[in-house]
Structures are given as structure tokens and as C-alpha cells.
T-cell receptor, first 115, second 111 residues
Framework: DAGVTQSPTHLIKTRGQQVTLRCSPK?????VSWYQQALGQGPQFIFQ???????QRGNFPDRFSGHQFPNYSSELNVNALLLGDSALYLC??????????????FGQGTRLTVV | LAKTTQPISMDSYEGQEVNITCSHN???????ITWYQQFPSQGPRFIIQ???TKVTNEVASLFIPADRKSSTLSLPRVSLSDTAVYYC????????????FGKGTKLSVKP
């Protein structure tokens, strides 16, 4: 059973460019959340997708957007990249039963470097 | 979501028991306590979750006093491979997708 998979594993982009990161959730999971982790810090919640809609959002600007597909996979898009966007981007999946959620399973992350 | 406070770092030796305590004074009635482990350049990995008293699994034990204002993660007989950052999180079961991470506790296990 494959866990959460993310692609690519590493990426280098130039300031001002746009980037798309991809995530496939663990089998049986229907909810995907994205996190940004700067060096030496804990992960920071960006947003969560469930039933193809953004359900919750953290304190991130509109440059950060996402999408969830019918097969539950998800994309994170970041426009107008800044040097400060350099971080490890983590995808986590879970299964929501009514109001309750299972524990989140994280992928290995995508290391984004903006130069 | 309740804020948590935990030590920035801890040192231990192989074979010892390690206890990491987390304070969460503002925990709400519906909140659970969850611990994650993270190795460098990897995503966090779920360790254990509890609501009250004691929970034990094959990896760790979680002790929660009656007032639930703190919790202690206990790792029995640590090895070098337990060197990692450990995060304590508090939230209701519906917030599994919106996890609030602090800076965690960096555990260093020495031979």
C-alpha cells in the first residue's frame, strides 16, 4: 500500500516564476492538506482540500492556491515566487468520517529552492 | 486550537527511557493530544494519540494527567535511530487536516 507520494522531490525556481507541486494521498484517504516548513521550524498549515474544495486555509497569501481532483490527488500552486518561499512543502492525507478525522499521514515533501 | 509548549532540545543515551513533556494549559474539552516524529528532510510521522490517562502502542506511551493540561511522551530504551524532532499537537479530531505545529523538541540520542 503506497503511502502519500509527492513530486517532484526537489525543485529550483527563479524569483517571479510559478511552481506546481503534486500529491497523491494514501489509499483510502479523501482529504489532502498542504504545509510549508522553513528550515528549523515546524510545518505551517497552508490549506486543506476535501471533496475538491478548499475547506480550511492558514495565513498564506493568495499567491498560494490549490486544487483537488476527483481521484483525491492534489496540486499546490505558488505564483510570483519570492526567496522566502524556499522551504520543504509537505502534503498530508487523512480520512474524514463526518466531523472526525483520522491521523494525518505525511509525504516526504518537495524541497523548493527559489533563487 | 490550543497552544503547546515543549522543551527545545533533549539529550539521551542509547538504552535509556526518554520522557518529553508538553504543556497545553488551554486544551479544550474536545481536543486530543497527538505526537509526531520527524527526521531531517522527511515528513512528520504519527506516533501516538490520546485523550486522557494512558495510551500505549508498540512505539511509545502517552501519559495524560486528569486535568489534561500537560502530557508526557515516553520512549522506552531509545536507540540512535530515535534521534529526531518530536512535536506535540492539540486539536479536535475534526482538525486532523489543520495541525498546528510548534518548533518541537529535538531529541539527540548518543551512543
Amino acid at each position: 500500500d503506497a503511502g502519500v507520494t509527492q513530486s517532484p522531490t526537489h525543485l529550483i525556481k527563479t524569483r517571479g516564476q510559478q511552481v506546481t507541486l503534486r500529491c497523491s494521498p494514501k489509499s483510502g484517504h479523501d482529504t489532502v492538506s498542504w504545509y510549508q516548513q522553513a528550515l528549523g521550524q515546524g510545518p505551517q498549515f497552508i490549506f486543506q482540500y476535501y471533496e475538491e474544495e478548499e475547506r480550511q486555509r492558514g495565513n498564506f497569501p493568495d499567491r498560494f492556491s490549490g486544487h483537488q481532483f476527483p481521484n483525491y490527488s492534489s496540486e499546490l500552486n505558488v505564483n510570483a515566487l519570492l526567496l522566502g518561499d524556499s522551504a520543504l512543502y509537505l502534503c498530508a492525507s487523512s480520512f474524514i468520517r463526518g466531523r472526525l478525522g483520522t491521523e494525518a499521514f505525511f509525504g516526504q515533501g518537495t524541497r523548493l529552492t527559489v533563487v | 486550537l490550543a497552544k503547546t509548549t515543549q522543551p527545545i532540545s533533549m539529550d539521551s543515551y542509547e538504552g535509556q527511557e526518554v520522557n518529553i513533556t508538553c504543556s497545553h494549559n488551554n486544551i479544550a474539552t474536545n481536543d486530543y493530544i497527538t505526537w509526531y516524529q520527524q527526521f531531517p528532510s522527511q515528513g512528520p510521522r504519527f506516533i501516538i494519540q490520546g485523550y486522557k490517562t494512558k495510551v500505549t502502542n508498540e512505539v511509545a506511551s502517552l501519559f495524560i494527567p486528569a486535568d489534561r493540561k500537560s502530557s508526557t511522551l515516553s520512549l522506552p530504551r531509545v536507540s540512535l535511530s530515535d534521534t529526531a524532532v518530536y512535536y506535540c499537537l492539540v486539536g479536535d479530531m475534526g482538525s486532523q487536516g489543520n495541525l498546528i505545529f510548534g518548533k518541537g523538541t529535538k531529541l539527540s540520542v548518543k551512543p
